[in-house]
Structure formats: C-alpha cells, structure tokens
C-alpha cells in the first residue's frame, strides 16, 4: 500500500479525500436524486475518482500523478445540488398532498351542503335533489 502519511502526507492525503470523494459521489447517484443523466454523470465520475485512488493507493509504484482539484470542488457542487433537488421534490409532494386534501375538503362541503338542502326541501314534491360535487 502506498499511503504513509508521515513520509508523504500530500499524496497520503489526496488518495483519502479522492477515494471520499469517489464514494460521496456514488452514494449520491443511488441516492436517487436529480434527473437520471444526473445521476449517471455522479455515478461516472465517482466510479472514476475511486478507481484513481485504488490506483493510486495499491498499483501505483511512483513517479508522476496527476492532482484533480475538481476532485474535491464536483462533489461538493454535485451534492449541493442534489440537496436542492431532493428539496424539491419533497416540496412539490407535499404541494399535491395539500391540494388533495383541500379537495376533498370541498367535496364533504358540497356533500354537507346537500344533505341540507335535501333534509330543509319539503317532503313529497316529488323532485329529488342532487348533490353536486
């Protein structure tokens, strides 16, 4: 393994936060939040970020590396507007739940009202009353 953090803390380091990042990323794409191009592309990239680490954790045997500072800048853009969509969608089903419980308020109304108006009409003439809904 090729992490030791007291000779080289700056790749010790990176291969942690880009494997975090990695796993952030996926676990945000099975989160099921966003649209599924969305989720796909954390899914991706998160396949991609974790994969490095490995790499750069157990295959690596020295030499140059590349550091991704979008390693550490996507994931959080990424889960920030994950938060945001997930928000969403809870505000829009507790929108619908709302408006269906405000119409079945005015449907026991209309039924109220109705049964009203048909115990106050005179008895035996002979019209029925309809409810309207």
């Keep these: 393994m090729n992490l030791d953090f007291s000779a080289q803390p700056l790749f010790s380091w990176y291969v942690v936060l880009l494997a975090v990042s990695g796993v952030a990323m996926v676990a945000l794409a099975a989160a099921r939040s966003g649209s599924t191009g969305m989720r796909v592309f954390n899914a991706l990239v ?28 996507l994931p959080v853009l990424l889960i920030a507007n994950g938060i945001k969509s997930i928000a969403a969608r809870r505000q829009a089903t507790e929108a619908a739940v709302r408006a269906q419980q405000v119409q079945a308020q005015q449907i026991l109304a209309a039924r109220a009202q109705a049964a009203q108006e048909q115990a106050a009409a005179p008895a035996g003439t002979g019209a029925p009353v309809t409810p309207q809904a």
Excluded: C, N, P
């Design 46 to 73: 998160g396949v991609a970020f974790l994969g490095y680490a490995i790499y750069l954790a157990f295959i690596f045997e020295g030499g140059t590396y590349f550091i991704m500072f979008k390693a550490f800048i």
